[in-house]
């Protein structure tokens, strides 16, 4: 390709919109311009990057056994309503009316389109296991569409469904797309990790997977362990059970009993700790939420955070969030800030680590007053003890006997999902066994970011020049930089190489523009090629400057030397 | 690809939805599923058919020096209000709200979102001429989706849109355009006929040309000369002028003067035929309109038809519809089917066939009445006179002076226009010519449906049996089956041969279910791969049966043969 005549509008400014790295480079390499919040428009350079993942993770699907088919965008709603999401995936999904007031919605995904076409093609255990995939453009009205291409309302996801006769058949299928996806990832380039994650709205009765790229910016935080493999999603991840020590009630009876401290206007841990001269360790925090309405108390020792999935999961409830100042203070007696477990009416939840501790220090249920020496288990029933924090670096790790938990930023790339019954059960997927029994299939589903991935190579491939594409998904492979096109001498060089490489199946981008050779190396080092090749004052003796992108190394090169480096 | 894995359910029922032999077909050999009215999944056989076409399209577009990108499926309404579509694009533009109650459309084509692009992207004469395209799903609430896929509310296109400095380069554009559009067709084995057309909602200034699959059921009808190149939708369509009669004063006056018949309930030019005795060429039809609001008559020869494109653009009409009952009685006094010229106190069209006759027998404008012996130009005004019907077969060429016109169906699959300034000027796309002046950019724009050409192939190759796919699109080439997959031998020389083939890069699907031969070759014929390899009892001989779809002959061949058939 020829740059004078390609579609590439390189930027030399910051965009002001654009909020994270990737955000700006694709902006300003002329990859992708917006054309409404969370809406791009692919230029030619980030199309071709975006069609090289495309075929990569096309190529290992089909390796995988799946086989791709194309479900249209547009569903009836009525698919939606028959599994029960239409209410439940709420504002993000896109719903719409056609010219009979039929209603429609834009598939964010395609669990029930797939489902309802499996129901009526598939009929028997012969037929089974299949897995079906699509690449296709989705639909999401983000809440805070943000990050480029990273949280978007329109976007490329490949969309995988599986259907096996039993549990044993999903597990194989799962652990094939899992081992495809590293393939994938590896393949195009990205340093990840798979994590084990919370089901979330696709739900399932299974396990889940999160494929993870690393990197700063991530919205995820991801816990690994620093010596096996164990890593999760915060939400998802535990940490060693603390060893149990009862209060028997011997030691209990040597405690002192709750004492009033007066601490005014001292709301919270960080005030605690500083009015009393004491460790966070110290409090026992008491979170007053709402679960299906029903107000609940949650117990978390001061220096710990609640994990709101793992208490989610633990009472199994629908709705569940953080009751408001006027509930606190019917349920408590005391504003905001001054709750605690002793004599509260209401069910109360104790984190492990609070139910391991000896005495805290509590709020008193009482506006500008705490307890101390309150003891669990004497002071507050420990019914409902469980995991209901999230760990903390430094944490033992919850799988193996040596290593400690560290944290990382990731950004979710992919994700999979045992989904078990829940879709075809409500849609009705069955099969006859070979008893001739009617069954219900066991489903999995598989999605990949496509467009997403295409940030978070970004996000791992750039230095301050600009970006640095792996070979697998570069737009082209080699950048040919004539010094100046009004050079014959330079520009026939230039030519010669340009049809040689192609010749060879290399994708070659030329900079034939007639152009200041600072304003093209700023232009490329922002477009980040793998291969740069510069034909300047040597082109007379046939030689060139071969650089590469990741690591900078410059080589003086001849043509036939140039051409050596292109063979397989 | 074996066949026992592939997700591909035939059908033997004709299903009762479908209204083509294409649509037919498609749903019967498991290439497609409808989802709701005009909107489809494609199953894994039917992708690989859409995914070749395309593949055609991008490798001739890439080579007409076009370049490929992706611009979004959901456009912000505003762009469309700013180009005045969005009133005038009625009820088949999709509209939808987005959860902040802001306005989109999921784009039916892509003008203004390019457009928009391209004013802020090029400035300058030297980036120019550029012509993009890309391969999108497009939406659009059809009044009636039918034909299955030639009709449908989701379908894939392939839009390009291109920015010249001056209409010199538009030319060299469009022209380029109709060449690869006549290499893309003929590459994906379709008969077609690019044809002069009509511009109609898109609009523009220039030309513009449809490229029609010739097929019985299209739903347009294009008249072309039996001796040169002259081709044209029936819209667009014209004759030889006919050589104009002028009516002298003298010979008007030696013609009887108007006389009433009674007619009574003679409403139609059939009746009025019978009733008289006479020709419907003796006849003048006079059809009473709205244009704008106001009414309208337009003269046409009974044994004619009026072409409302024709008139619209002799009135520069903005809305152009039949007179109800209630406005022909205002206009004429008379009730429906007996309007007349003659008195007529209304504007009036006359078509120059109609103006060309002697005398003709008219309504009378009075119920149950007509009238004989009204002369043009002496009984009613031909100061409007003009084209307004449409062309018939057998008239004569409008180009050459030896050929008539014929008529032929045709599904359109492709339109290029000559937009000019129509959306550059509204949008402001402008540039600076070398002189520092500020120009209009001079757009084109050129559309292939590529899911349409899909049912179009269909249309124009299959028998009886089945669908009978070229070699250019087939889903695969080859179709190898073994008589009896319990026959060891059978199995071992089709998987010799599934292997052999594969090596040599061509597709083959194996059919490998153990099911009866008649089951087999029905389905084979319905999926219509151009080749059948027939291992059966030879096989133990090394010998096979090749047959071609296209033309059912069969060959007993040896392995060694069977492959020199693949060598190219």
């Given at each position: 390709?020829?740059?004078s005549?390609?579609?590439?509008p390189?930027?030399?400014?910051i965009?002001?919109e654009?909020d994270?790295v990737?955000?700006?480079?694709?902006?300003r390499?002329?990859f992708?311009?917006?054309?409404a919040?969370g809406?791009?428009?692919y230029l030619?350079?980030?199309?071709r990057v975006?069609r090289?993942?495309e075929?990569i993770?096309?190529?290992?699907?089909?390796?995988s056994?799946?086989?791709e088919?194309?479900?249209?965008?547009?569903?009836p709603?009525?698919?939606?309503k028959?599994?029960?999401?239409y209410?439940l995936?709420?504002?993000?999904?896109v719903?719409?009316q056609?010219r009979?007031?039929?209603?429609?919605t834009?598939g964010p995904?395609?669990e029930?389109v797939i489902t309802?076409?499996?129901?009526?093609e598939i009929n028997?255990?012969?037929?089974?296991p299949v897995?079906?995939?699509q690449?296709?453009?989705?639909?999401?009205y983000?809440?805070?569409?943000?990050?480029?291409?990273?949280?978007g309302?329109?976007?490329?996801m490949?969309?995988?469904y599986?259907?096996d006769?039993d549990?044993?058949?999903?597990n194989?299928?799962?652990?094939?797309?899992?081992e495809t996806?590293?393939r994938?990832?590896?393949?195009?380039?990205?340093?990840?990790?798979?994590?084990?994650?919370d089901?979330?709205?696709?739900?399932?009765?299974?396990?889940t997977?999160?494929f993870?790229?690393?990197?700063?910016?991530?919205?995820?935080?991801?816990?690994?362990?620093?010596c096996?493999d164990?890593a999760?999603?915060l939400?998802?991840?535990?940490s060693k059970?603390?060893v149990?020590?009862?209060?028997s009630?011997?030691?209990?009876?040597?405690?002192?009993?709750p004492?009033?401290?007066?601490?005014?206007?001292?709301?919270?841990?960080?005030?605690?700790?500083?009015h009393?001269?004491i460790?966070?360790?110290?409090?026992?925090?008491t979170l007053?939420?709402?679960?299906?309405?029903q107000p609940?108390?949650?117990?978390?020792?001061?220096d710990q955070d609640?994990?709101?999935?793992k208490?989610?999961n633990?009472?199994n409830?629908?709705?569940?969030?953080?009751?408001?100042?006027?509930?606190?203070?019917?349920?408590t007696?005391a504003p905001?800030?001054?709750a605690?477990?002793?004599?509260?009416?209401i069910r109360?939840?104790?984190?492990?680590?609070?139910?391991n501790?000896?005495?805290g220090?509590t709020g008193?249920?009482?506006?500008d007053?705490?307890l101390?020496h309150?003891?669990?288990g004497?002071?507050?029933?420990?019914m409902?003890?469980?995991?209901?924090?999230?760990?903390?670096e430094?944490?033992?790790c919850?799988?193996?006997n040596?290593?400690?938990?560290?944290?990382?930023r990731?950004?979710?790339?992919?994700?999979?999902?045992?989904?078990g019954?829940?879709y075809?059960?409500?849609l009705?997927?069955?099969?006859?066994d070979?008893?001739?029994?009617?069954?219900?299939?066991?489903?999995g589903?598989?999605?990949?970011?496509?467009?997403?991935?295409?940030?978070?190579?970004?996000?791992q491939h750039?230095?301050?020049?600009?970006?640095k594409w792996?070979s697998?998904?570069a737009?082209?492979?080699v950048?040919?930089?004539?010094?100046?096109?009004?050079?014959?001498?330079?520009m026939?060089?230039?030519?010669?190489?340009?049809?040689?490489l192609?010749?060879k199946?290399i994708?070659v981008?030329m900079?034939?523009?007639?152009?200041?050779?600072?304003?093209k190396?700023k232009?490329?080092?922002?477009?980040?090629?793998?291969?740069?090749i510069?034909?300047?004052?040597?082109?007379g003796?046939g030689?060139?400057?071969?650089?590469?992108r990741?690591?900078?190394v410059?080589?003086?090169?001849s043509v036939?030397?140039v051409?050596?480096?292109f063979?397989?």
């Amino acid at each position: 390709m020829r740059q004078s005549t390609l579609l590439l509008p390189t930027l030399r400014e910051i965009p002001a919109e654009a909020d994270t790295v990737s955000h700006q480079l694709l902006l300003r390499a002329g990859f992708i311009r917006q054309l409404a919040a969370g809406i791009y428009t692919y230029l030619p350079l980030g199309l071709r990057v975006l069609r090289k993942l495309e075929q990569i993770v096309r190529e290992e699907m089909d390796r995988s056994g799946a086989q791709e088919l194309l479900m249209p965008a547009m569903q009836p709603a009525e698919l939606w309503k028959e599994s029960g999401r239409y209410d439940l995936y709420g504002p993000e999904l896109v719903r719409l009316q056609d010219r009979h007031q039929r209603e429609f919605t834009l598939g964010p995904t395609h669990e029930e389109v797939i489902t309802t076409l499996i129901r009526q093609e598939i009929n028997s255990y012969r037929k089974l296991p299949v897995n079906l995939y699509q690449i296709q453009t989705k639909f999401r009205y983000e809440r805070r569409p943000r990050f480029g291409l990273l949280r978007g309302r329109e976007f490329l996801m490949k969309d995988a469904y599986s259907f096996d006769t039993d549990w044993d058949g999903l597990n194989r299928t799962y652990n094939t797309m899992f081992e495809t996806y590293q393939r994938i990832f590896q393949r195009c380039g990205l340093r990840f990790r798979a994590v084990e994650a919370d089901a979330g709205t696709i739900g399932g009765e299974g396990g889940t997977h999160e494929f993870m790229a690393l990197a700063d910016i991530g919205e995820d935080t991801i816990a690994s362990c620093t010596c096996c493999d164990y890593a999760a999603n915060l939400e998802k991840a535990v940490s060693k059970a603390p060893v149990r020590m009862e209060n028997s009630q011997s030691a209990t009876d040597t405690l002192p009993t709750p004492e009033h401290i007066h601490t005014p206007g001292i709301r919270t841990i960080q005030d605690l700790t500083n009015h009393l001269h004491i460790q966070a360790t110290d409090i026992i925090k008491t979170l007053i939420y709402l679960e299906d309405e029903q107000p609940v108390a949650i117990l978390i020792r001061g220096d710990q955070d609640l994990n709101e999935i793992k208490v989610i999961n633990y009472l199994n409830a629908v709705t569940f969030q953080m009751a408001d100042a006027q509930t606190v203070k019917q349920v408590t007696g005391a504003p905001v800030g001054f709750a605690g477990p002793y004599q509260l009416q209401i069910r109360v939840l104790v984190d492990e680590q609070v139910a391991n501790m000896r005495t805290g220090i509590t709020g008193a249920n009482q506006a500008d007053t705490h307890l101390k020496h309150i003891v669990p288990g004497r002071d507050f029933t420990m019914m409902d003890t469980g995991d209901f924090r999230n760990v903390s670096e430094g944490d033992l790790c919850p799988v193996c006997n040596d290593g400690t938990l560290v944290f990382h930023r990731g950004i979710e790339i992919g994700h999979i999902f045992k989904l078990g019954k829940k879709y075809s059960e409500k849609l009705q997927a069955t099969f006859l066994d070979p008893q001739g029994k009617e069954q219900v299939m066991i489903m999995g589903c598989y999605g990949i970011g496509v467009s997403r991935m295409l940030s978070a190579l970004v996000e791992q491939h750039h230095d301050d020049q600009g970006m640095k594409w792996p070979s697998s998904v570069a737009p082209y492979q080699v950048h040919i930089i004539p010094i100046s096109v009004k050079d014959t001498t330079q520009m026939q060089l230039a030519e010669h190489l340009y049809l040689l490489l192609q010749d060879k199946g290399i994708e070659v981008l030329m900079d034939d523009r007639d152009e200041r050779p600072g304003v093209k190396f700023k232009d490329s080092d922002l477009i980040g090629l793998p291969y740069r090749i510069i034909v300047g004052k040597d082109a007379g003796e046939g030689f060139v400057e071969l650089v590469e992108r990741a690591d900078g190394v410059k080589r003086r090169l001849s043509v036939e030397e140039v051409l050596s480096v292109f063979e397989n």
